[in-house]
């Protein structure tokens, strides 16, 4: 591959890392052909983006897009490297678990850069897994601030219904 060629290479990842606000790396080496399309027809319907990379490359693309200090991930730079990027954080961990549970061994997880946090190592998957999405956080709150209104709604209704019935025995009485 020529000088050219490698720069245009790393600057169109360079400008992915920008661009998504999450992505996680991973190891793919030995899945077979059914496997590694079945992988990409996965990615394609959650939205994730795929990208087999040279480490060398992601390396240099990682330092060249200034979005943060990866130097924590350079050290799974190592044997076969493929990159998911996401719009949600815990999308790809949850398609990485989804396709394992099939038998799959692969792909493994890396390393992931999500909420600006990096975490290293196969270890680190279910923690992202139960991570919550933006989307997630935002419903659970709009649920916590809509119990207090219908407990008093229910108590409104409740304490309508029992007056009523006083008012109408204490009419029966006379």
Not at 72 to 83: P, V
Not at 140 to 158: E, G, M, R, Y
């Amino acid at each position: 591959m020529r000088r050219e060629d490698k720069n245009l290479v790393i600057d169109r990842i360079a400008e992915q890392i920008k661009q998504y606000p999450h992505f996680y790396l991973t190891d793919t080496a030995e899945l077979n052909a059914e496997a590694t399309s079945n992988l990409r027809r996965i990615c394609y319907e959650k939205q994730v983006k795929m990208v087999v990379v040279k480490n060398t490359l992601l390396k240099l693309a990682l330092e060249r897009s200034g979005k943060a200090d990866f130097s924590a991930l350079y050290d799974t730079l190592k044997g076969s490297t493929s990159i998911m990027f996401s719009e949600t954080g815990n999308v790809p961990a949850k398609l990485i678990k989804e396709f394992r549970q099939g038998g799959a061994a692969k792909p493994t997880l890396k390393a992931a850069y999500v909420e600006e946090s990096i975490y290293v190592g196969e270890g680190q998957l279910e923690a992202l897994v139960a991570l919550k999405s933006k989307n997630e956080l935002i419903g659970d709150v709009i649920a916590l601030l809509q119990s207090p209104a219908k407990n008093v709604v229910s108590a409104l209704k409740s304490g309508g219904s029992k007056l009523s019935g006083v008012i109408k025995t204490l009419s029966e009485r006379e």
